[in-house]
């Protein structure tokens, strides 16, 4: 997984702040509700439900796992609280 590359996805689990997701390559990574979206998401269940597929960002690959962002793939701000690609 290279930094600032975008893949694709699927939801697999979501948690009050967290949704983990599963890269094409069955590579485990992390979608914090900060980086939904541009505008204030208030819950991850407003704009993804298990089983959605989703293209993002890695922002960042430690110990810790793979950090995605949507909000980084936003034309316009708040664009993934209503299409959510």
Known sequence: MQVNEVYSGKVTKLSPVMASVTLDNEVPASLHLSMIS????????????????????????????????TKALELVPGQMKTDKQ
Do not use: M
């Open 38 to 69: 541009n505008e204030r998401v208030e819950s991850i269940d407003d704009v993804f439900a298990v089983g959605d597929e989703l293209k993002a960002v890695v922002v960042s690959t430690s110990k810790r796992g793979i950090q995605l962002s």
